[in-house]
């Protein structure tokens, strides 16, 4: 007999037949001589019951069987005459894999995120956090469907890299020299002793390599995980994450913008039609606005407007914010989400920033202050997309690298994508885990990755 998924068992048009079910216990209740015992095998949030009774030849076994077990049940699954399911199997066999001691620290009551994070190789067993790592493979699949279904081409950037594409200097290092010892030169360590020969990062991110291939293939897109070695502990911030990077040829900010407001459209939809289960749980017990949030953000038209304007309306608003907002200085979230909940009440686009605040790769403006940048924001998170159009003058991209104090020797491949048939050009980054913050409500990014990385934590 094959094993059948809960998921696909408690459908209505699952025929009633012998079923082979396999996972671990959530609950267990006796009543005169039977067992009724919750199963879950990860596939979807609800539990299947399974009837054992007395007769089983194991049945005293079955009988202890504790939170966190896990077991293969064999069955016939019959309408559940009980309230609160539709299904249910009258096991004819109960297979014990294993039994969890009463040490299990899951026990049948709310924890909280603090101590799930604590045990982040067991909190996935959990209703919430089940949920939310289902949800997070379903954005996967999603994204790369919405670039597959326009054609784009999915690139592999690398994880290991000699350049630094944001230029705040926030890298891991990586080497294999010998760190309380390593070969000097002129006082100074000595990368050319190294595996690569100089100094190598773990990337922050595939944008440049996006770019290469960009400008080859028409439209690409990476999404892997990106680290930057930022010391902070707040709720938006952890060392590792994953970001999703399109890169677009013959494309300027405006059509930036559009694929911009695009995707996150069409996310929000995909999971308001495709995890509605899982959705649920999140509207009840973490964000009871989720629900109007999200389809907020999947029929508003984005508003858009300059990095400029959108100054004027937080220096008119009379709201006291922690940070002071003037022309030059970056938006913090308090801004970006003012913007978006109070003022807009929706998702809009603010574009064209002061070139002092942005990277070296953004296409100068005429007025020569401002650069061709966009941020999307969006209700409870603020920024979730980053991008610009490309600077692809190279004379304006070599004096914005001199300004900088860029050395151009380490980048004369990005500028020879300028010299060899440069074309405008465009893209953006979306960050998964801020993606996977709205569609839920959780409001903490270590609650959305699998094993979060903070300074002073590496378990797991």
Known sequence: MKRIKISKLLKSNVPKDEVLIKGWVRTRRDSKGFSFIEVNDGSCLKNIQIVADSTLNNYQDVSRLSTGSAVVIAGKLVESTGPGQEWEVIAGRVEIVSLAPESYPLQKKRHTDE?????????????????????????????????????????HSP??????CEGAGELFKVTTLALGNPPKKDGKTDYSRDFFGKEANLTVSGQ???EMFALALGDVYTFGPTFRAENSHTSRHVAEFWMVEPEMAFCDLEGNMDLAEEIIKYLTSYIL???????????????????????????SDFRRLSYT?????????????????????DLQTEHERYLAEHHFKKPLIIFDYP???????????????TVAAMDVLVPKIGEIIG????????????????????????YWWYLDSRRFGSVEH???????????????????IRDVIPFPRTPNSIEF
């Open 115 to 155: 101590f799930l994070r604590t045990i982040a190789h067991l909190r996935p067993r959990t209703n919430k956090y089940g949920a939310a790592f289902r949800i997070r493979s379903e954005l996967s699949f999603a994204i790369h469907k919405f670039f597959r279904d326009r054609d784009f081409k999915y690139i």
């Open 159 to 164: 994880i290991i890299t000699g350049s630094d």
């Open 208 to 210: 440049l390599s996006a």
């Open 273 to 299: 039609d495709e995890c509605i289960d899982d959705l649920e749980l999140f509207a009840k017990f973490v964000d009871k606005s989720l629900m109007s949030t999200l389809e907020n953000v999947a029929s």
């Open 309 to 329: 304007a959108a100054v004027k309306i937080l220096q008119k608003s009379g709201k006291k914010f922690e940070y002071d907002i003037a022309f030059g200085k």
């Open 355 to 369: 070139k002092n605040i942005k990277p070296f790769y953004m296409r100068l403006n005429d007025d020569n202050q």
């Open 387 to 410: 991008g610009s159009q490309r600077e692809e003058r190279i004379e304006v991209l070599e004096k914005r690298m001199d300004e900088m104090g860029m050395p151009k020797d380490d």
């Open 426 to 444: 465009s893209g953006f980054g979306l960050g998964f885990e801020r993606l996977l913050m709205l569609m839920t409500g959780i409001s903490n």
